[in-house]
Every structure is written in structure tokens, then in C-alpha cells.
């Protein structure tokens, strides 16, 4: 069974930081790529950062120079560095995992909240 189960989450003042894991196993497929997704009440998922197994990464302007991705291919697992956090970064987090003949594949969310 494929599973991927992220941890990290939580509650942290505006300005702190916090560090994102989301480790993926259970699939006989390759990992190509992964990603980390987010959504805030009443609005739409969406794309925060991605990263290739070959380490090439990209992310929405709202996050660059803030946030950093991760990928460790040896684990399949992808981690999102979040520094600065600001009340708007507040959402349930998600991860991806892309592979190479398989569907995508989704992590079940952890919230975080930035709040004073």
C-alpha cells in the first residue's frame, strides 16, 4: 500500500520557523519529482514548491527566499524548510509524489498556523 506521511506541522509565532517531513513508501515505482501543496479555508489548493530527483526546484513567488525544498531520494522523503512564516502562510500542507508509470500519490496534510 502506498503511503505518504508527513509530519511537522504546528502552531508558531509570525517570523519563527518550522520544518516540514513527508517520507513516501509502499510503491515499486520511481519518484521523479515531488511537491508540497497547501491549503487556506475557502480557498483553492496550491503549489508552494516543487523539486525533481535530480534536484531542480521551483517555487510561487509568495514563498521564494523564505521557504527551501528538499529531496532525499534514497528515503523518497521531501522536507519544506519554512523560515519568516507569516499569518498568511497559515493552511494545511500537503505532499506529492510523482512516479514514473503510477499515479500521483498524496500525503493525508498537517496543519500549520501562524499566530501570535
Known amino acids: 500500500q502506498v503511503q505518504l506521511v508527513e509530519s511537522g506541522g504546528g502552531l508558531v509565532q509570525p517570523g519563527g520557523s518550522l520544518r516540514l517531513s513527508c517520507a513516501a513508501s509502499?510503491?515499486?515505482?520511481?519518484?521523479?519529482?515531488m511537491e508540497w501543496y497547501r491549503q487556506a479555508p475557502g480557498k483553492p489548493r496550491e503549489l508552494v514548491a516543487s523539486?525533481?530527483?535530480?534536484?531542480?526546484?521551483n517555487y510561487a513567488d509568495s514563498v521564494k527566499g523564505r521557504f527551501t525544498i528538499s529531496m532525499d531520494n534514497a528515503k523518497n522523503a521531501v522536507y519544506l524548510h519554512m523560515n519568516n512564516l507569516k499569518a498568511e502562510d497559515t493552511a494545511v500542507y500537503y505532499c506529492s509524489a510523482d512516479y514514473v508509470g503510477a499515479p500521483r500519490r498524496w500525503g493525508q496534510g498537517t496543519q500549520v498556523t501562524v499566530s501570535s
Open positions: 509502499g510503491s515499486p515505482f520511481t519518484i521523479y519529482g
Open positions: 523539486i525533481t530527483n535530480g534536484g531542480s526546484s
